[in-house]
């Protein structure tokens, strides 16, 4: 890392300070309700000092530390999509004429607040720039979209400990963030001292550390930080190989395999709740009851729903299976083609979420190791299916192939 | 236990051929099995094969999004599946998926066209018959066709 | 492909926002279709380009994506077919001439009218699918002479339940060879009875360089497919329409989905060779 900085625990709270002095609103982890999610922040107090999380398939718990890490557990079932992407937006409100013409539309008042981000994680960051991508990216822009993180404050982490079911590494994701955030932290706990190690990745970030307290950063902190950026990158909890995944998952569509998950999947869409990227909506008209305003909904929607893909006569997607595979291929293949990467950062929160403990890793793992390149297409009957014995005849060569 | 001469011997489209040509049909063949639920064949896969319905049925099927699969016919005892492997360009017109766990007789479709080839008698004789099953089904298909049982005019 | 640069966002006005259009002219096409003509209240043409579609509402029923079937060279007038399936396309079609619809679009890629020229041209229409062809056949007419052979195969369920019959024998008077199928009629029908691919045999022109531009139902598109690869033609060549849910038409609520592309933004009209792949998956 480039030159960096110290901050003391004792002065983490002047941080916040700045901030708040500059209008911004801080959004950060805070426990509630048996897990750390992301909620207002008013001083490091609000934080889940001396908490961890202890994660796997399908659990998820919280358990005290034996010390008073201000960030010492890794990403909860809250994402910073709420802010990118809420869950319910009014697009407009309209009165509804006589003739059915409608005036007075108006948008709501961009008058989100300015966020700063504290906390955010290198797989966050990834999936804050994924989803920005899909909502600014093309040739259709809403400006409400744009609006509210124009002004984002990033005060990234970076992770102190893998979580359980994170694989970052895998992703290229993380778990060192080296740009996209203002400024980031490493938090160092030491026998006799707590302090962070201070990047800045901005001018405004920049800014606001010289209203904080700190000093320039010495050799053994900074190796201080380089040790525990190196320590969180060994423990990661799963593994994706993603070489040509997107090639090897759109030759195996016809995989026994998804048969195989869909026995176990609810579709109750937990994963798409929690996932930082997940970004599809459903669009809702709603009229008043005399019929004489209607409002524009759009909330958060998940592809998982039978309804997503109804078309006249029914959903393209019925079966469970079809709409797994939908989701995981959607997540880490046809992606790239819609937005030029993936979109897996490898936060793992899909795997800790589902309640049935459906791992993508170990699904991805399995039709790679049983990919069926080579194969004649699809379902034709190979030998697998139709099984030949030949009974009786002599000298009948060649049964079917 | 039949001999796959047998088998085919007895199935109703390969009446009455001499054995010699029973015997040429059968080196073309073997037995095979499948379980409900699995598909036979797809559309638009290479169709290199037919079959002959031992024990079992077969549905004949068209996939449409939103609607899903739809049943054109079903097929059973001693009736043949598949006609594609007779023309060109030799691919599956339709879906077939066994409703029932089915014992069939394959046969390998460019075994049999060269057999055919060589031997033209035999290929007139097989033509004829297959015709005759495709005759009985398309007008069977055109009485379908008139939805008999529907009411005048009901909109989609 | 990608659609158009067209002017769509008006100022001050978010993409989802709709603009009013009034119902100036209406006529009923079927005994469950209607073609609605519209004009911008607020002047504002909507300038489209064959094939494209608009998100259409009628108060608060709801929005519902419906290709343009009009004139590309008449802007000042825009034309939906519509047909009533649901609470939506029920209240668009129940609007009457002075009520107001909200219109958003145009949205998707456009019939290939340019990169077709010098080609014989075949236009495969199925039921309802005639009228996002109709604007391509305008074009192509309207400059005739650009084009080599042009026909127009149209299949219909029954002879009442055929578009535009008027425009039909016009068509083939401007230059186009109209043949027309019906899968079941009585006898005062005097037309072709059978499938639309059965057409396919009867059109005269050079398969092997022609084009295709295809819209109907999907089961309907592979089987033409297969039939005009029969007949030669490439699947380079071959273009289709394609319906999947589409729900905000800016390529972001993901509904959409056909594959890795968004039928809203890399649809509605592909080249079949981009898609026979994915078609071939069963609930893709």
Redesign the interface.
């Known amino acids: 890392m480039s030159a960096a900085h110290v901050v003391e625990r004792i002065d983490f709270d002047a941080l916040l300070d700045a901030l708040a002095r500059r209008g911004y609103t801080i959004v950060g982890p805070t426990v509630r309700d048996q897990a750390i999610v992301y909620d207002e922040i008013a001083s490091s107090m609000d934080l889940p000092v001396g908490w961890t999380d202890e994660q796997e398939a399908g659990q998820y718990r919280l358990r005290r530390r034996d010390d008073e890490a201000l960030f010492g557990y890794a990403v909860g079932p809250h994402s910073w999509k709420q802010y990118q992407l809420p869950a319910e937006v009014k ?2 409100r309209a009165r ?2 006589q ?4 005036s007075d ?1 108006t ?1 709501p008042a961009r008058d989100t607040p300015r966020y700063a981000f504290l906390g955010a994680r290198s797989c966050e960051l990834h999936a804050i720039g994924i989803l920005d991508r ?2 600014l990216g ?7 979209d744009s609006a509210r993180t124009q002004d984002l404050f990033i005060v990234a982490v970076q992770c102190g400990e893998a979580g359980g079911t994170c694989f970052c590494v895998s992703m290229k994701t993380g778990p060192v963030a080296e740009r996209g955030f203002d400024l980031a932290l490493t938090e160092v706990l030491e026998e006799r001292r707590h302090y962070f190690v201070v990047e800045v990745g901005s001018e405004r970030g920049a800014d606001v550390l010289a209203e904080v307290p700190h000093t320039q950063a010495h050799g053994s902190e900074r190796d201080a930080a380089g040790a525990v950026h190196a320590r969180t990158a060994s423990q990661m909890g799963r593994e994706l190989d993603v070489t040509e995944i997107k090639e090897l998952l759109y030759r195996n ?2 995989h026994p395999q998804w048969e195989e998950v869909a026995e176990r999947c609810l579709t109750c869409g937990n994963c798409t709740m929690v996932c930082p990227t997940c ?9 008043d009851l005399a ?1 004489d305003h ?1 409002e ?1 909904h ?1 909330r958060w ?1 998940s ?1 998982f729903t039978v309804d ?5 006569g029914g959903a ?4 469970a ?2 709409r797994y ?2 989701w995981m291929t ?1 997540k880490l ?2 992606w ?3 937005f030029g990467s993936s979109g897996c950062v490898g936060c793992g929160r899909c795997i800790t979420w589902c309640p049935v403990g459906i791992d993508l890793t170990a699904e991805a793992a399995m039709i790679r190791a049983s990919d069926r390149e080579g194969t004649s ?2 379902g034709s009957g190979s030998p697998s299916m139709i099984r030949a014995s030949d009974s009786g005849a002599p000298g009948a060569p060649g049964g079917p192939k | 236990m039949k001999g796959l001469e047998d088998l085919i011997a007895d199935a109703s489209v390969f009446a009455g051929l001499e054995p010699r040509r029973l015997a040429l049909i059968a080196g073309c063949a073997g037995n095979a099995h499948i379980r409900a639920g699995t598909m036979l064949f ?3 896969q290479p169709a290199d094969r037919f079959f002959l319905i031992r024990h079992g049925a077969i549905a004949l099927e ?4 939103g609607t899903g699969s739809h049943v054109i016919e079903t097929l059973g005892e001693g009736e043949v599946v598949g006609w594609s492997w007779l023309f060109k ?1 030799y ?1 599956w ?1 339709f879906d077939a998926r066994a409703i029932q766990p089915a014992r069939l007789v394959a046969f390998d479709g460019a075994c049999l066209r060269a057999k055919c080839d060589a031997d033209h008698e035999l290929g007139y004789q097989l033509m004829q018959r297959f015709a005759s099953a495709m005759l009985e089904r398309l007008q069977a298909t055109r009485l379908q ?3 008999i049982y529907g009411d005048a ?1 009901t ?2 | 492909m ?2 158009p ?1 067209l002017e ?2 008006r100022p001050g ?6 603009a ?1 259009f ?1 119902v100036v002219a209406k006529r009923r096409d ?3 279709t209607w073609t609605l003509e519209l004009e911008p ?1 607020s002047g504002e043409l909507l300038r489209f380009a064959p094939g494209q579609f608009t998100m259409l ?7 519902v994506p419906i290709s343009i079937s009009g004139d590309p060279g008449r802007p000042e007038r825009l034309v939906h077919t519509v047909r009533a ?2 609470l939506a396309t029920r209240a668009i079609c129940d ?1 009457d001439p ?5 219109v958003r679009g145009p ?1 998707g890629t456009p019939w290939p009218v340019e990169e077709v020229r010098g080609l014989d041209v075949v236009v495969a229409a199925g039921g309802i699918g005639l009228a996002p062809l109709r604007p391509a056949l305008i074009e192509l007419l309207s400059r005739r002479g650009e084009y080599g052979r042009l026909v127009l195969l149209y299949g219909g ?2 002879p ?1 339940q055929l578009l535009y019959g008027d425009q039909l024998r016009d068509w083939a008077e401007r230059g186009f060879e109209v043949l027309v199928t019906v ?2 009629a009585g006898p005062e029908w005097l037309g072709h009875v059978g499938v639309v691919t059965r057409l396919v045999k009867r059109a005269e022109l050079d398969w092997t360089t022609a084009a295709a531009m295809l819209c109907g ?3 309907m598109l ?2 033409m497919v ?1 039939a005009l ?2 007949q030669g033609v490439s699947s380079g060549r071959i273009y289709a329409s394609m ?3 589409m ?9 959409c ?1 056909l ?4 039928v809203c ?1 890399d649809g509605p009209v592909y080249r079949w060779s981009e898609l026979e792949r994915w078609l ?5």
């Not at chain 3, 002075?98 to 909200?102: D, I, S």
Request: aromatic share 4%; with cysteine.
């Open positions: 697009l407009w509804v004429d003739d059915g013409a409608l539309v948008e899909v909502l093309g040739s259709h822009t809403d400006p409400a569509l016809d970004f599809c909506t459903t669009v809702e008209d709603v009229t019929g209607v524009r759009q929607d592809c997503y893909s109804g078309i006249h393209v997607r019925g079966s299976k079809s595979r939908q959607h293949a046809t790239h083609d819609q297409a699809p | 797809q559309e638009g068209v996939h449409s999004p360009p691919r017109q066709l008139l939805d005019r909109p989609a | 990608h659609a640069q769509l966002s006005r978010g993409p989802m926002v709709p009013p009034e079927t005994v469950d209240r509402s009628a108060g608060g029923a709801g929005e399936v649901g609007a002075g009520r107001v619809l909200g949205f369920r029954a009442d899968d079941g139902p999907e089961v592979r089987f297969t690869l029969d319906e999947r849910n729900q905000c038409g800016i390529g972001h609520c993901g509904h989905q594959g890795p592309t968004l933004r071939a998956i069963r609930e893709l």
